[in-house]
């Protein structure tokens, strides 16, 4: 069984070409998502895969950073309202401490990918014509200006006018690349009006100017020798961008188009990520609750094409408990459902590694860890005590203590712990926040919940027990009292956390001080 992204691999390796060139790129409109640098994600996986197989491929990542501005993106102010139509690249800084919006936009993307060990070769639109590497392809596309317009009215309801060129620049008096509109040409001088009423005329090799999109991407195929890009759906649909190109790539620059990989949107909590609304969700910020080796398992457990939506509140715990079973799988240390899954999750496990190991990672349960990191006040010695005491650890370790873990096990905990205690901070509802009380919270107990708490206090200090037996035992007496598990529990929550819903009772009980749940059982302190 092959991974989507290994049959990828497969069908490029019968082009004839020496070296591939995987593209992905990236508007820098705001801030870069878990949406949209999918295309690096994937065009990292596929040049992986077919060095791999022992093809030559490199993964390039260009910054569209020449295009106009459209909407102004979360957080920043309305004033930025006057840069509409700007390229990118001619616009500041929004906090001044890098040398343009693109940079601003650009570096914590391009910083998070280290983590990823994702290295790219960089280009950037604006540097592209600014270097003048565009121009013999502007030069062309003015000479077949009627064919490409042939082509773009294939698919538009109303066609280009006749004077239309596939070429904009950027208006010397307002500054913007979206308002021009050149209408002839003399040699490498574009001749063009604009909306603030401006007309000029410029010369290509300045650079100051760029391509149609459309054309632009079919041109940059061409001169970076690009053989495979994944992008977003949207440029997919039939008589769409990719489809367009793809013309204009064959019939005006003589170059086979790449083999296209469509890539559905992810959503957040519902919603279509949005840099204007702010609704997004950044690898870095994937990287402060989770491992790098997650969000690679998040993109490829299923198609391109597959929706995808992410939760980071409740439902990421649930996704973290799916990559630590595959992870068991991977490894043996779980049954598999069938063979098929089996084959299934190792091609998935394999693909989101970044360097498998020869052995399973230790694991710590992240839900578990979400209890024993507020019981434990963040001290790592007691939250590896309370996973022990709980059974939560695997066989091997049952008879360790926390000194004795190797500094692999070590990195696994800490890095583990990190994560949770900022998913704490930042995600976790309510309701699974908690601190231990100091001193007994002043909250009415009835008589028969006192009266539990005694008795429980009266077990506790009989023995050491595990988990199931204190559940055991807990439920025995909820008999003999005659008391319903509701009633009694909240009596426990009550007098150590102070709330009336808390964790799961036995193991909570079990993974405090045990002395001290005693006492505040007994109200000595
Ligand atoms: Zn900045
Ligand atoms: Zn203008």
Known sequence: MK???????DSLTKRDVKKHVIASGTSISGSIHIGNSCDVFIASAVTKALKNTGTPAEVIWIADDYDPLRKVPYPLPES?????????AHIPCPEGCCTNFVEHFEKPFLDTLEDFEISLKIYSGEKMYIEGIYNDYVRISLEKALEIREIF??????????????YNPICEECGRINTTFAYGYDGDMVHYRCECGHEGSMDIKSGRGKLTWRVEWAARWKILKITCEPFGKDHAASGGSYDVSSIISNEIFDYLSPYPVPYEW???????????????????????IGAPETLNYFIFRSKPLKHKDFNPQMPFLDFIDQYDRIERIYYGAEEPASQKEEEKVRKIYEISQIELKDRIPFQASYRFMTVAYQIAGGDINRVFKILKKNSQLPDYMENLVYEDLSSDELNQLEMRMNHVK?????YAPQFVKFHVMKTIPELPLGEDQTHFLLKLADILEKKDHTAEELHDEMYNLLRELDMKPQKAFQAIYKTIIGKKHGPRAASFVLSLDKDFVIKRFRKEM
């Open 80 to 88: 930025y309202e006057k840069y509409l139509g700007v390229s990118y």
């Open 3 to 9: 991974h989507w992204v290994e049959n990828i691999a």
């Open 422 to 426: 900022n998913w704490l901070d930042k």
């Open 153 to 166: 009215n294939q698919y538009r309801e109303n066609p280009l006018s006749d004077d239309w060129l596939p």
């Open 266 to 288: 992810i959503t957040l909590k519902g919603d279509a990520m949005s840099k204007s609304k702010g609704v997004f969700f950044t690898p870095g910020q994937w990287l402060e």
